[in-house]
């Protein structure tokens, strides 16, 4: 049972561009929402978060976007750089419940 | 601090073998979590403590798993007897004052069953 889903199993872009990365949730309970960006053999780190009265949040090149009637939510990157390769999960909590995506693998060329 | 420490980094087993996976928090945090990372099911929460107390095992697959939290400084994950499918990579995380809050994993255990 995908309570998380991150339908992108890989995205590629050109350095200097836009990055979206989605995700889409199921459960109506969830009310807080994070990204980690993880590299090769290192654990996940903290991207950036949101909550479920919030639709917006930014952090320098990073935006989250929640779109609640949808259950979507969306990591922008902009400028996209080639450090930013790594794969990316998105993860959903609320109520006692965490649920993570199976990521999205970010390729960015130079 | 040293961040989320396990051990060990690699671990190769036969089939039929006890592993032992071990997890030393930062120090402070109330809340552990084991994760298991596959190609394909992603991160799969597996079970978490709150002070010591295990809060929710329904992620963890079946009983050939077990997991512990003797005290605040340190977790154990236990696969007994082990399978070939269970090979993963094995990550322990964790986070204060809620699970709500941003979680920092470990390096993470590679486990490979032959």
């Known amino acids: 049972d995908q309570q998380v889903k991150q339908n992108s199993p890989s995205l590629s872009v050109q350095e200097g561009r836009i990055s979206i990365l989605n995700c889409d949730y199921t459960?109506?309970?969830?009310?807080?929402f994070l990204w980690y960006k993880k590299y090769p053999a290192e654990g996940p780190t903290f991207l950036i978060s949101?909550?479920?009265?919030?639709d917006k949040n930014e952090d320098g090149r990073f935006t989250v976007f929640l779109n609640k009637s949808a259950k979507h939510l969306s990591l922008h990157i902009v400028p996209s750089q080639p450090g930013d390769s790594a794969v990316y999960f998105c993860?959903?909590?609320?109520?006692?419940?965490?649920?993570f995506g199976a990521g999205t693998r970010l390729t960015v060329k130079p | 601090d040293a961040g989320v420490i396990q051990s060990p980094r690699h671990e190769v087993t036969e089939m039929g073998q006890e592993v032992t996976l071990r997890c030393k928090p930062i120090?402070?945090?109330?809340?552990l979590f084991w994760y298991r990372q596959t190609m394909m099911r992603g991160l799969e929460l597996l079970i978490y403590?709150?002070?010591?107390?295990?809060?929710?095992d329904s992620g963890m697959p079946e009983d050939r798993f077990s997991a512990k939290m003797p005290n605040a400084s340190f977790s154990t994950l236990k696969i007994q007897p082990s399978e070939p499918r269970d090979s993963a990579v094995y990550f322990c995380?964790?986070?204060?004052?809620?699970?709500?809050?941003?979680?920092?994993f470990g390096p993470g255990t590679r486990l490979t069953v032959l």
């Open positions: 995380a964790s986070s204060f004052p809620s699970y709500l809050n941003e979680q920092f």
């Open positions: 459960n109506s309970m969830f009310d807080y």
């Open positions: 949101i909550s479920s009265i919030k």
């Open positions: 993860a959903a909590s609320g109520r006692g419940d965490m649920r």
């Open positions: 120090s402070g945090h109330d809340y």
């Open positions: 403590f709150n002070n010591n107390v295990p809060i929710d």
